[in-house]
C-alpha cells in the first residue's frame, strides 16, 4: 500500500542534538527547545539530520533522541526521522525503529563511503529496498556537500518511481534539477529546498516547503518567506530572503553546526557543544555571529 498521502507542506528545523558538559544527549534541553519552537507555525520537525550529528551518535543515543524528541512533538506536526546509515540493511534497521518510536517518515541519506560503487544503479536499488522494507513514507536527502555524491535528476525521477518514495529533500541548490525533477517525477512526489539559501527560488520551482537549518534560529522569518510566496507577495518575500542569507551563511557552509548552537544560545535556546571532532565556535567568530544575528534583526526565542 502506498503512503504517498502524506502531505509535506512547511517550515521543518532540522534540529539539533544537544550534549550536556560531559557531553552525553542532554534530553531536557531537547525536550525545552522543541517547547520553543512549538510555538511557531512550523510543519513540524526533522530529528537526526545533519544538523543532529547523526553521524556522531551511537544507536542508542539515536533511539533515545527520537524517543524524547516525539514525546515533546504534538501530534499535528510531524516528526521526520534521519535514518540513512551506510549498508542498506542498517538503513531498514533504524527506519523500522523510527517508526515504531512514532516518526511519521523517514530522512534517507545516500550512502557515501563507497562512493566510487555509488553508480545510479546501485543508488536506485537501495533506496528501493529501503522503501520496500519501510513502513513509513521515505524521503530521499541529497546532501553533496557531506556525501560528495549530488543525485542527479534522471536518478532521483527513477527513485521516485517506488510509491512509498514520498519526496526529496535537496540541499545542492541547483534549481534547474530542481525543475527537471519536479517536470519529471510523478505528481505524488514532493519537493523541499534543503537550505533556507534558496528556499524562494525553490518554492518558484515547485517546492512546496524547506528543511532549513535557518528555521531553528529563524522560524518566524522562514515562515513569512513561504507565506508571502502564498499570498503572491514576491517582493516581500525576496526582500526578506535576502534579509536573512547572511544569517543562514553562517550556520551553514560557514561555520555548520557549531554556530547554529551557538546562534541558539544568543537567542535564549540551549545550544550547548558540539560533540568531537566538532569544535565549538571560537571566541572571535562569536563576536561575528553576534553581530550578523544583530543586522539581521533576529530576537530572543527562548
Known amino acids: 500500500m502506498s503512503n504517498n498521502t502524506l502531505r509535506l507542506e512547511g517550515i521543518y528545523p532540522p534540529i539539533p542534538t544537544p550534549f550536556d558538559a560531559k557531553g552525553h544527549v542532554a534530553t531536557k534541553a531537547l525536550t525545552g527547545n522543541l517547547r520553543i519552537w512549538n510555538r511557531y507555525e512550523l510543519r513540524g520537525y526533522v530529528v537526526l539530520g545533519s544538523n543532529g550529528e547523526l553521524v556522531l551518535l551511537n544507536d542508542q543515543e539515536r533511539l533515545r533522541v527520537l524517543e524524547v524528541a516525539r514525546a515533546a512533538i504534538p501530534a499535528d506536526k510531524l516528526m521526520i526521522a534521519g535514518t540513512g546509515c551506510q549498508s542498506t540493511l542498517q538503513t531498514i534497521e533504524l527506519t ?3 517508526a515504531e518510536i512514532g516518526a511519521d517518515a523517514a530522512l534517507v541519506v545516500s550512502p557515501f563511503y563507497y562512493k566510487g560503487q555509488m553508480t545510479s544503479g546501485v ?3 537501495h533506496f528501493h529496498r529501503v522503501a520496500d522494507a519501510s513502513p513509513i513514507p521515505v524521503i530521499i536527502y ?4 557531506c556525501t560528495g555524491i549530488d543525485l542527479d535528476a534522471t536518478t532521483v525521477t527513477a527513485i521516485a518511481e517506488h510509491e512509498n518514495i514520498l519526496a526529496i529533500k535537496d540541499s545542492g541548490g541547483s534549481l534547474a534539477k530542481m525543475a527537471e525533477i ?3 517525477a510523478p505528481l505524488s512526489f514532493q519537493l523541499l529546498a534543503g537550505s533556507a539559501s534558496f528556499l524562494l ?4 520551482m515547485g517546492a512546496v516547503g524547506g528543511v532549513l537549518a535557518l528555521a531553528n534560529v529563524a522560524p518566524h522569518q522562514c515562515l513569512a518567506i513561504r507565506q508571502h510566496f502564498i ?3 514576491l517582493d516581500e518575500a525576496r526582500h526578506l530572503q535576502e534579509k536573512v542569507l547572511p544569517v543562514n551563511a553562517a550556520v551553514t557552509r560557514g561555520w555548520g553546526v557549531p554556530a547554529l548552537k551557538a546562534a541558539m544560545e544568543m537567542l535564549g535556546m540551549y545550544g550547548g557543544l558540539p560533540r568531537a571532532p566538532l569544535l565549538p565556535l571560537s571566541e572571535d567568530k562569536k563576536e561575528d555571529l553576534r553581530c550578523i ?3 539581521a534583526e533576529l530576537s530572543a526565542l527562548g
Request: no cysteine.
Open 231 to 233: 499570498d503572491g507577495e
Open 293 to 295: 544575528l544583530q543586522e
Open 123 to 125: 543508488l536506485i536499488e
Open 142 to 145: 541529497n546532501m553533496p556537500a
Open 96 to 98: 523500522k525503529q523510527a
Open 182 to 184: 519536479h517536470r519529471l
Open 201 to 204: 527560488p525553490a518554492l518558484l
